[in-house]
């Protein structure tokens, strides 16, 4: 091939090339809704990072009734990182739906700047739960689907000091969507498989309709308590276990106005078990699984 035979071959290339961007190319966002998403990602980020966020996860531990031992000891029911806690720091008793925590003598176990030695434990299902201090370590109790668990959370964990942040689709208007709620009467209960422990009970309000692309898609939101001021959304598309994370993500809306509210995909987020080993993550139920590729928000972790 000639030299002038290589140039009109490769100004061809970069022709195409070109062209194939200008296709693939976005419409300009406006600049007040880009700082809105830019500001919401850098807040989601600093929730992830902050001490006692997700990536501080070390241990989630389901109690059996009656006494669960706790320490060090990795031969303990709810065995703590090594070298975090004594190798027998005390127990933990689920009797009656109540989880009883005792420490061994000796053991600075505090609940805030209370030392605590015996006492019952107010667990997420009623409300802000008793945190526990162990040394660096903090413990709580919660209840998923019936079963109580410890949830143990460390700051020192490695997966939080070098966490590389996360990668996004680019911020796009069109999957800011108008939808239309159409409500259940009456409201009824769906049962979600979760990535740890047993099935959650949520309660469905009714499902949104919206359009994106031409596509005439729905979807249905939970409520995660009885006075939710938020739709919770957890749904799969086409992107999942490619682009996404495999198990799905999250949304959350606004409530309805006149039977209808915005969706925001470019707000569509990982659910922490795509962070973390130790997390209950409720699962997308199979109304929720859409065909369409949803391009805009998280990407899925490099680690998955």
Request: with cysteine; charged share 30%.
């Amino acid at each position: 091939m000639d030299r002038s035979t290589r140039q009109r071959v490769i100004f061809c290339a970069l022709g195409s090339l070109l062209l194939f961007l200008g296709c693939k190319s976005r419409h300009p966002v406006n600049p007040e809704y880009q700082r809105e998403i830019e500001q919401w990602r850098s807040g989601r980020v600093e929730r992830l990072r902050a001490p006692e966020g997700w990536l501080s996860l070390a241990g989630l531990y389901w109690l059996k009734p009656g006494e669960n031992r706790f320490g060090s000891d990795p031969k303990l029911p709810v065995a703590l990182p090594t070298g975090t806690a004594p190798p027998n720091a005390g127990a933990f008793f689920l009797e009656n739906n109540r989880v009883r925590v005792k420490a061994e003598p000796g053991v600075e176990l505090k609940l805030g700047s209370e030392r605590v030695a015996e006492r019952e434990l107010k667990d997420d299902a009623q409300g802000a739960p008793d945190v526990l201090a162990l040394g660096r370590l903090r413990l709580q109790v919660i209840v998923r689907g019936g079963g109580y668990a410890i949830r143990v959370k460390d700051p020192e964990r490695p997966e939080r000091k070098t966490f590389r942040g996360i990668d996004y689709y680019p911020i796009d208007e069109k999957y800011r969507l108008r939808a239309r709620f159409v409500p259940y009467e009456p409201k009824h209960q769906i049962e979600l498989t979760s990535a740890q422990g047993p099935a959650q009970t949520m309660e469905v309000p009714g499902y949104v309709e919206f359009e994106l692309a031409g596509n005439k898609l729905r979807l249905e939101p939970a409520l995660e308590e009885k006075d939710a001021k938020e739709f919770f959304f957890i749904f799969r598309d086409a992107t999942s276990n490619q682009e996404t994370y495999g198990a799905g993500r999250y949304l959350y809306s606004e409530l309805p106005k006149s039977g209808e509210l915005t969706i925001d995909f470019n707000k569509a987020y990982n659910p922490p078990c795509a962070f973390t080993h130790f997390a209950t993550c409720p699962l997308p139920p199979k109304q929720n699984r859409l065909d369409v590729r949803i391009e805009a928000g998280e990407k899925k972790p490099s680690e998955h």
